[in-house]
């Protein structure tokens, strides 16, 4: 048995050392792939529709077909690191670096760019309306021109290329060399046309392009009559410049679009903006992270510096599962990133409070020794860090498959750090605990493993001995008052939604002199809107949002802008269709119904239905209050206010989770004593672990509020006050509730009789007092 203890701390650190080589290899050989919010550039989301004109349905098939044009469009326009992928059947999202001006990516992605070309049988001056396929001619002259049956399609295009004419002094056109199928049928057109009388509109043919003419060239005379163009190649000219003909070969490349797609999202980030949010992330972490390290070090000593080091590895192990894994990192991502670290300080305060407890409780039984105690606190706290684990983890996959864009990193992020941070705390931490402590200096000292004394938290609780259960009815009735206060905010002031769940366009200016809000609103209504919300944004920056805003639109918003400010650049720009728009918030809806639903099934597993349901309705509570909060300052509730919503759902179980593992531990142990002095006991045990994870997490939360720029701001308020409201909602409201539903549906195990009710007069005391009277020995 001896030989088997002393295998497994080898086992443990080889585990480790192969997880951190891993890690480290990976991180210095790769690098983390960025989301366009953190380098700058455009996202669009399209999403086919049925094809009327050819019966072609929009489903899977179709949509990878789009996404491979799409894809040779891209390649055509010359975008470094363009991304294009399928998200579900029928929605294309296309990624492009560096793109600051969506207008014309938006124009050549979207179009259907369906080529042919045919015979001109004569013109009219108006269109007849009788069904005759008749066209404007592209010059503009002519009327119309009456065209016959299509004679050749884009599909027997080999190759388009922009060329400047300079012997022909055309200028640019597009030269267009056929595939060997299509060149006979060129060549037919071109002949038939040729034996037309010079000047007749029959001379000439007509190039198509989405229901346009863009070119219609008249035969040269030196063009034979029945030969036609046999070089298998012509050019399309139209007055074209660099960029038109550019654009014009990039579609006709590309090919024609099976299914017809609609713009249904549209987002345009900055390069500068992305980078400041980058460096303004980074310098909140490092000081957040700075920060909760000297907490931990102050109050456990040497084991909370050995903690530090194993946040800093495990920093390390989420970054090489993000690298590895493939996972794009955005800002949501990276707060998720940096919020997750804080939260790992969770699991380690478990362990360390259980040690402490095993270390000073055996002062009055059986010695026990420090390796033992650490030993002991790891294998008791594995249960609630696994339970309150899973809860965080069961919001962070409902994020993954319900929210879209950015984020969804979020929820990438946070999953990785939550399994992160169970081998960080549970194997690495153990690992350099179990060295240190056979050390002789510490064994001689062992006051310098901060587990030895009692603290001055639990020291100050072990002197008041509060009675808090006893009093459920007073913390339930200013629970409620609390929820009543912010379902009042939501009704009064209502919700400010967000592009996202409303649809419409949010876009925000920079502008090289401050313009004030009024300005900016007086300036906005001469474009046009003067329906359009306009507030401050970041450092002086203006944001407008509003309904329908075409790029054209757009274009005019920032001109009328610049004629205040100066030089106006879009540092942020969304557009959200209508429907999409109906979507997202449905599935935001959805998203919590099914995490209140997933986190109630859960506990009923892990604990009685009572326990469960207290947790759930204290989850409730914190979720209202939240976003009652957010109703009564004004905040925009968005994507990434859904983010945070989820987060605090799986943080506000989690802390529940711990003091309700306590609560059963101690039934178990002794099933006897009231579950009112059951339920005290186990809020004064945990009270340390619950300020030392809160006040953890708040550091790291509060720097991000102040330091993580505009962007982070309102996130970081959701967070700060979900994780404040949830360590009272723990105390005052779950532990009262599921006190109360269990003295009214008490346990009752096989063979023991009802378990206790709670206080005194309950059916327990009735028996020991029956007990005592008898002089049975129990």
């Not at 938006?106 to 001056?125: K, S």
């Not at 008490?746 to 309950?762: C, E, S, V």
């Amino acid at each position: 048995m001896s030989r088997k203890k002393s295998r497994m701390p080898l086992w443990r650190a080889l585990i480790a050392l192969a997880v951190i080589s891993a890690s480290l290899a990976i991180a210095l050989t790769q690098s983390a792939r960025l989301g366009l919010d953190l380098r700058g550039g455009t996202q669009i989301v399209l999403e086919t529709k049925d094809a009327s004109d050819t019966d072609t349905k929009a489903d899977a098939e179709s949509t990878d077909r789009a996404l491979e044009v799409l894809r040779r469009r891209v390649d055509a326009l010359g975008v470094a690191e363009p991304t294009l992928s399928r998200s579900g059947e029928r929605r294309i999202i296309v990624e492009l670096p560096g793109v600051q001006d969506p207008r014309e990516a938006a124009e050549v992605i979207g179009r259907t760019a369906r080529l042919t070309v045919h015979p001109v049988t004569g013109t009219v001056a108006a269109d007849p309306e009788d069904g005759t396929r008749v066209l404007r001619a592209p010059d503009g002259e002519g009327g119309f021109l009456k065209l016959g049956d299509a004679a050749l399609g884009g599909d027997g295009v080999r190759d388009a290329a922009a060329v400047l004419d300079q012997q022909g002094m055309a200028g640019w056109t597009v030269a267009l060399e056929f595939r060997k199928d299509a060149t006979a049928a060129w060549a037919d057109l071109t002949g038939e046309a040729a034996c037309a009388p010079q000047g007749a509109p029959e001379r000439r043919v007509a190039i198509v392009l989405d229901d346009r003419i863009v070119s219609a060239p008249g035969m040269n005379p030196d063009v034979a009559c029945g030969t036609g163009i046999t070089g298998g190649d012509t050019r399309i000219t139209g007055g074209f410049s660099q960029e038109e003909a550019q654009d014009l070969a990039a579609l006709v490349k590309g090919g024609a679009l099976p299914v017809p797609v609609d713009v249904v999202e549209q987002r345009t980030v900055g390069a500068t903006l992305g980078a400041d949010a980058i460096e303004a992330s980074t310098r909140a972490a490092l000081i957040g992270l700075a920060l909760t390290a000297l907490f931990i070090v102050v109050v456990y000593r040497l084991l909370g510096a050995l903690a530090t080091i194993a946040l800093a590895l495990y920093g390390l192990i989420s970054y090489a599962a993000l690298v590895a894994l493939g996972a794009t990192l955005t800002l949501p991502g990276l707060a998720g990133f940096v919020l997750a670290i804080g939260m790992a300080v969770d699991a380690n305060v478990l362990v360390f409070e259980r040690a402490r407890e095993e270390y000073l409780g055996s002062r009055t039984k059986a010695p026990t020794t420090l390796d033992t105690s650490v030993a002991r606190g790891f294998g008791k706290a594995w249960s609630a860090v696994v339970d309150s684990n899973v809860t965080t983890l069961l919001a962070a996959g409902l994020l993954f498959f319900f929210a879209t864009g950015p984020v969804k990193g979020f929820g990438v992020t946070l999953s990785i750090g939550v399994l992160a941070s169970m081998v960080s705390a549970l194997v690495v931490t153990r690992v350099l605990a179990e060295f240190a402590l056979r050390r002789a200096a510490v064994r001689g000292r062992p006051g310098l493993t901060g587990i030895t004394t009692t603290g001055r938290v639990r020291a100050w609780l072990a002197r008041r001995d509060p009675r808090l259960v006893r009093h459920r009815r007073r913390w339930l009735g200013v629970s409620s008052l609390l929820v009543v206060v912010a379902v009042a905010g939501i009704l009064v002031r209502g919700l400010d939604f967000g592009v996202e769940f409303t649809g419409g366009r949010m876009v925000e200016y920079s502008t090289a002199r401050t313009v004030d809000v009024d300005t900016a609103r007086s300036a906005v209504a001469d474009a046009g809107f003067p329906r359009a919300v306009v507030q401050e944004s970041g450092d002086g920056g203006i944001a407008v949002r509003t309904g329908d805003l075409s790029d054209d639109e757009q274009q005019a918003v920032k001109e009328s802008l610049e004629r205040h400010g100066g030089t106006a650049t879009v540092e942020r720009d969304e557009m959200i269709g209508p429907s999409l728009g109906d979507e997202l918030r449905t599935k935001a809806l959805i998203a919590l119904g099914i995490a209140v639903l997933a986190q109630l099934l859960y506990l009923s597993v892990r604990f009685r239905w009572t326990f469960a349901a207290a947790a759930v309705s204290a989850m409730v509570h914190d979720v209202l209050v939240v976003v009652g909060l957010f109703a009564w300052l004004g905040k925009p509730v968005d994507s990434v206010f859904l983010a945070a919503l989820l987060t605090v759902i799986g943080y506000s179980v989690n802390d529940t989770v711990v003091v309700f593992d306590r609560v059963r531990e101690a039934r178990r142990r002794d099933p006897r004593t009231s579950l009112e002095r059951t339920a005290d006991k186990a809020v004064v045990q945990t009270l340390p672990r619950t300020v030392n994870t809160g006040a953890g997490a708040l550091f790291v939360l509060a720097a991000l509020a102040v330091l993580g720029g505009d962007s982070l701001a309102d996130f970081s308020l959701a967070l700060i006050a979900g994780v404040l409201i949830g360590m009272a909602s723990t105390v005052f409201t779950a532990v009262p509730m599921a006190v109360a539903l269990e003295g009214r549906a008490p346990a009752r195990p096989a063979g023991r009789g009802p378990l206790p009710r709670d206080g005194a007069g309950g059916p327990l005391e009735a028996r020991r007092a029956r007990r005592a009277d008898t002089g049975a020995v129990v």
